[in-house]
C-alpha cells in the first residue's frame, strides 16, 4: 500500500512542577529557600530516515506526544528534562499546518531533524523571597 499524505497530531511535553521548600536548621528561623525547578519538557522533532519510503505507519499511529519533565524536588534539586520525542521520515517529506495552511519545512537530506512541537518550559521554585529582616 502506497501512502502519500498523513496529518498527525503532535504535542511537546510539558514541564515539570517547581516546588516549594525550606532548609531545616536548628538555629535559622524558615533556614532559607530549598526547592528546586521543574525539568524542561520533551520536543517533537521529524526525523528523516532514508530506509523509509512511504508514510504507512502514519496510517496506524497518528498521535505523537512528548514526555513531561520531572518535577523538581527539595535540596535545592532541580527535576531531569525529558527526552526528545524522535519521529521518522521518509525523504522528501513536506510539512504544513493542518490549520494554518503555514509551510513549515522540507525534509530532504537523510538525517535531517525539524523540531515541529516544542516542550514546556518547566515551573520554578516558589520559594525565593528573601528571609529575614
Known amino acids: 500500500m502506497f501512502v ?11 514541564g515539570g512542577n517547581g516546588i516549594v521548600a525550606y532548609r531545616r536548621e536548628k538555629y535559622v528561623p524558615l533556614g532559607g529557600p530549598a526547592g528546586g525547578d521543574g525539568g524542561r519538557g520533551g520536543d517533537v522533532v521529524l526525523v528523516v530516515d532514508e530506509g523509509l519510503r512511504t508514510l ?17 524536588k527539595n535540596k535545592n534539586r532541580h527535576g531531569k528534562h525529558a527526552d526528545d ?17 503555514e509551510f513549515l519545512g522540507d525534509l530532504v537530506h537523510p538525517g535531517q531533524r525539524l523540531v515541529v512541537a516544542r516542550g514546556g518550559r518547566g515551573g520554578h521554585a516558589g520559594c525565593r523571597r528573601q528571609i529575614g529582616h
Open 4 to 14: 502519500d499524505q498523513a496529518k498527525i497530531y503532535v504535542k511537546g511535553g510539558d
Open 56 to 72: 504507512v505507519d502514519f496510517r496506524y499511529q497518528r498521535h505523537f506526544k512528548a514526555d513531561r519533565g520531572q518535577n523538581g
Open 85 to 101: 520525542l524522535l519521529v521518522k521520515v521518509p525523504p522528501g517529506t513536506v510539512v504544513k499546518d493542518a490549520d494554518s495552511g
